[in-house]
C-alpha cells in the first residue's frame, strides 16, 4: 500500500521560509510533484521532479522554491523562500509512474498524500 506522508507545515510571516518533506517509505516513482490548494480555490501545481532529476515549476514559485530528492528512496523536499500570503493553503505531495520532463498537473497523478498546511500571514 503507498504511504505517502507530508510535514513541515506551519504558520509562518510573509517573507520567511518553510521546508516541506514527503516520506515515501522508500517507494520510488517516475514523477514526484508538490501541490497546493487554497480555501474555495482548485488544487494547483507547485513543481515535479523526474526521476533523471529534471525539475519543473510553475510560473508562481519559480525561482522561490526548490523541489528535491536526493536519490530514489529518500524523502521529497521542497524548500520555499520569499513567502507571500499567496502561497497560503494545503500543500500535497503526489506521485504518478508518468515521467515529467514537462510540468504535469494534478490529474497525471495517482497517489497522494494527505496535505499539510502552510499559511503564511502578512
Known amino acids: 500500500q503507498v504511504q505517502m506522508v507530508e510535514s513541515g507545515g506551519g504558520s509562518v510571516q510573509a517573507g520567511g521560509s518553510l521546508r516541506l518533506s514527503c516520506a515515501t517509505g522508500?517507494?520510488?516513482?517516475?514523477?514526484m510533484g508538490w501541490f497546493r490548494q487554497a480555501p474555495g480555490k482548485e488544487r494547483e501545481v507547485v513543481a515535479n521532479?523526474?526521476?533523471?532529476?529534471?525539475?519543473t515549476y510553475a510560473n508562481n514559485s519559480a525561482g522561490r522554491f526548490t523541489i528535491s530528492k536526493d536519490n530514489a528512496h529518500d524523502p521529497l523536499y521542497l524548500t520555499m523562500n520569499s513567502l507571500t500570503s499567496e502561497d497560503s493553503g494545503v500543500y500535497y505531495c503526489?506521485?504518478?509512474?508518468?515521467?515529467?520532463?514537462?510540468?504535469?498537473?494534478?490529474?497525471?497523478?495517482?497517489?497522494w498524500g494527505q496535505g499539510t498546511q502552510v499559511t503564511v500571514s502578512s
Open positions: 503526489a506521485a504518478t509512474s508518468y515521467r515529467c520532463l514537462q510540468l504535469l498537473d494534478s490529474s497525471w497523478f495517482k497517489y
Open positions: 522508500g517507494d520510488t516513482y517516475n514523477c
Open positions: 521532479i523526474d526521476t533523471d532529476g529534471t525539475t
